[in-house]
């Protein structure tokens, strides 16, 4: 399966999957009431609402694409996806450079 016929395909799907997870989103969701509050949403539960919309607006990105990823094929979207997520991640990080509180101390 390594490195039979099948090699370059199950390759590819261990380098999709790792690099997934080295992207940091898990990092964002988990600790996305935490981010709002630093970027200065302040209260709890602006940041608990600002946590929900994320997750609607994961949702409503994810389900079209279930939906039609037989006729759209899987590069494409893979590529937009990763495309996206870069600009959200440099986006957050812009964000939490400028308008981010210093020194508050990292939930644990």
Known sequence: MLFG???????????VQFWQQVTGINVIMYYA????????LGETS??????G????????????????????????PMIIGGVGMGIAMMLIG???KTKGERNIPLPS
Do not use: H, K
């Not at 602006?46 to 946590?51: F, I």
């Not at 919309?53 to 494409?76: A, C, E, H, K």
């Open 94 to 96: 812009v964000i939490m």
């Open 5 to 15: 016929a099948e090699a370059r395909r199950t390759w590819l799907a261990i380098g």
């Open 33 to 40: 009431v935490f981010l709002f509050q630093q970027a200065g």
């Open 53 to 76: 919309l994320q997750g609607v607006i994961l949702n409503i990105f994810t389900l079209p694409n279930m939906y039609y990823m037989d006729s759209w094929g899987r590069r494409r």
């Open 46 to 51: 602006a940041s608990l609402l600002a946590n």
